[in-house]
């Protein structure tokens, strides 16, 4: 049943669950076999292979340079019998292709005036949309192009007759799917992209978000890294997707060999690769985020400096527009891989480094601040949970790089009437293990002594656990620890992390939100269980610190303010989840939030395919970890939560955070650094767009 939706759409389940209707496009880089000089054969193939990519819904497919008469033809370039046959060929694949519902990129030799281009054509709905001749010419080792071909700048006019239609001619040609407006692309020819100035980066300022190169490239050893380099950097300094194909079984081995390598790369990320030296026909896709892209390009505002001090090569690119059949109709999954964790890397080498560089970012900014301010003493409430575990590693190595003795650390653990003795024992252990000055002061008599001064029920032996007694062991503890400062001459070291940063969770000027630096305030919740599992498989604080860290990590998350209703140290009442949603969910929310800006509906769409199938996502080799999944209404109702906390209720907590480091790219929350909000406003319209999703 059809959903109304407030900007006047209307979303169906199947258009919800459709990669386009969010933004994504589906390409294709095809590799067809091929045979030398037997355009025919190789317009079979081509077609073959374009309705292979039509079945899995893919709206772009870029084929070899040269592909329908075969790269290494020689001086056969030269002959009119094959120049005729390329033609023929090419009217072959334009008539085929107006019972596809997708843009086909074919290369070929083309007679123009006079002269002999190395042209890629643009074919959609049964016409040629546009032809791009190649504009550098190889002539140096295994390459004598110049033999056979004019470059690009040698034509002298910007439209050929083609099968009686004028047909648009030239470098200077952008194409867009009208019907999906940020699908706006460029072709260049393999050397094109060789060169230091690429055509394909004033397309990109241009405006064009796909760029494609229909390249011949034959193998030579190093040959294949090398193109990934070239690609990688190419798709990242244009914030755009690169499309990378290449010739492969049925090129001529005379004196070269060929291998096949297609590529496709979105901002410097690899999306998929094909296997190399196949004898077979063979296609690879990608489905990429072409908001992704656009929003990046919104957000580095050099970007748009670079369009206007190019303005003069940015001006003469010409748009040629028309309409693809979309299959908006149907189910499309993002066949894309999502991470779960966005901010922890599956794989266990780059995790291994990212917890590295963390942990190593967040020891210098506290070397530099200590160092700057002349003190050498910090203080840290020490809980037994997660946050404060992780920061009082972060302040032993901090001590250690500046050559200074650990029991400069003033740890402190102060059990309240809901300390559990699970986590108070963990507390100790870890202060033991760390090497710290370890103290602990029970701060009940000083809260009961505030609580009588309110006059609050408790004092007065009734069960009122309302937020005001939680509060008074908040402020208490907070309140103990910048006066220990003082007494010592130290700084409080805060341990408030990300996550509760973007939800709210933590109590206004209190440890979790105030202290003089805070180590962990850019790093959300599910990468700090990584640091603190990092620190203890690597066994950097030795002894039994690897079991108490393993004992941290397996305890619930829990304020600790409300007593069990087992009685004094017992496992506590309050599941922080349970109340604010499953931390793994929420990071993953606030990443696509914070770092994109993407609408919550596109972010549902994100989530569900991630998180939908219980044997995908990070870590398939760590059993410790618990793989869950949630479906749609788990997702929307958890998104809910966040969007009504982040927008609404809790910007005023982050207006006024102490200094910090911040630590990835995928931002932090900091008002002196990438987030400035009004503390006042509404979630109304993020909410209204996740009511538009269905079900």
Not at 522 to 540: D, N, Y
Not at 554 to 571: C, D, F, Q, R, Y
Request: glycine share 8%; hydrophobic share 40%; with cysteine.
């Amino acid at each position: 049943m059809p959903i109304k939706q407030s900007a006047g759409r209307i979303m169906t389940t199947n258009k919800f669950l459709n990669l386009y209707s969010h933004d994504f496009a589906r390409v294709a880089v095809a590799i067809p076999k091929c045979r030398i000089a037997d355009p025919a054969f190789n317009a079979a193939e081509t077609i073959v292979l374009a309705r292979q990519a039509e079945q899995q819904g893919a709206v772009l497919v870029a084929f070899p340079e040269l592909g329908l008469s075969a790269y290494t033809c020689d001086d056969l370039f030269h002959q009119r019998a094959l120049l005729d046959a390329c033609e023929a060929a090419l009217a072959t694949v334009v008539e085929a292709s107006a019972t596809l519902s997708l843009a086909m990129i074919v290369g070929l030799p083309l007679r123009v005036g006079h002269q002999l281009f190395n042209c890629a054509v643009v074919i959609a709905g049964g016409r040629i949309q546009g032809i791009v001749p190649k504009s550098y010419l190889p002539n140096y080792g295994e390459f004598y192009e110049m033999r056979q071909f004019s470059p690009a700048e040698n034509a002298a006019a910007s439209q050929v007759e083609l099968f009686g239609v004028s047909i648009p001619f030239g470098t200077g040609l952008l194409f867009e799917v009208s019907n999906l407006p940020l699908l706006k692309f460029h072709v260049e020819i393999c050397e094109d992209v060789w060169v230091p100035i690429p055509p394909s980066s004033f397309a990109a300022l241009a405006g064009a978000s796909v760029l494609v190169n229909l390249s011949a490239s034959n193998v030579v050893v190093g040959k294949a890294g090398y193109r990934h380099q070239l690609v990688a950097q190419q798709s990242a300094r244009c914030l755009s997707a690169y499309l990378y194909t290449s010739a492969g079984k049925g090129e001529s081995s005379t004196d070269l060999a060929w291998d096949g390598q297609g590529l496709i790369y979105e901002n410097g990320e690899l999306l998929a690769e094909s296997e190399r030296f196949l004898d077979d026909s063979h296609i690879i896709f990608a489905d990429v985020d072409l908001e992704r892209l656009s929003r990046e390009r919104m957000r580095q505002t050099t970007f748009g400096q670079s369009v206007r001090r190019h303005a003069g090569e940015v001006a003469r690119f010409e748009t040629i527009r028309f309409e693809l059949a979309l299959p908006l109709d149907q189910a499309l999954p993002l066949a894309r891989s999502v991470e779960r964790f966005p901010y922890v890397p599956a794989d266990p080498k780059r995790r291994d480094e990212r917890c590295t560089e963390v942990y190593n970012i967040q020891v210098q900014a506290l070397v530099q601040r200590l160092s700057a301010s002349k003190i050498s003493k910090v203080v840290i409430g020490v809980s037994g949970g997660l946050d404060s575990t992780h920061a009082l590693l972060v302040c032993a190595k901090a001590m250690d790089r500046l050559n200074l003795p650990r029991a400069n650390i003033l740890a402190y653990t102060m059990p309240g009437f809901a300390t559990s003795d699970r986590t108070l024992l963990q507390a100790r252990q870890l202060m033991q293990v760390v090497g710290a000055t370890a103290a602990e002061i029970d701060i009940r008599p000083s809260c009961l002594q505030m609580l009588k001064d309110l006059g609050h029920p408790y004092a007065a032996g009734q069960d009122q656990f309302d937020i005001t007694f939680e509060n008074v062991q908040a402020g208490e503890r907070t309140n103990h620890l910048f006066r220990l400062a003082n007494f010592n001459n130290a700084i409080v070291i805060g341990t408030g992390d990300l996550s509760e940063l973007a939800l709210g969770w933590c109590t206004y000027g209190v440890g979790d939100h105030m202290s003089h630096y805070n180590v962990n305030a850019s790093v959300p919740k599910t990468l700090i269980s990584h640091l603190v599992r990092w620190v203890a498989e690597t066994g950097a604080i030795g002894g039994q610190g690897s079991d108490v860290l393993l004992n941290v990590l397996s305890t619930e998350i829990s304020p600790e303010l409300v007593p069990g209703k087992a009685g004094a140290g017992s496992k506590p009442e309050q599941i922080t989840e349970n109340v604010i949603g499953p931390y793994e969910l929420q990071d993953f929310n606030l990443y696509y939030i914070l770092r994109y800006g993407f609408a919550p509906s596109k972010v549902a769409f994100l989530a569900l395919s991630a998180w939908h199938d219980k044997t995908a996502g990070n870590w398939p080799n760590d059993a410790k970890v618990v793989r869950n999944q949630y479906d749609l209404a788990a997702i929307k109702r958890n998104l809910a939560i966040f969007l009504d906390r982040f927008f609404r209720t809790s910007q005023f907590k982050r207006s006024c955070v102490p200094n910090a480091p911040k630590v990835g790219s995928g931002g932090s929350l900091s008002p002196r650094g990438d987030w400035r909000a009004p503390s006042d406003s509404e979630a109304t319209v993020w909410l209204d767009d996740l009511d538009n999703i269905p079900g």
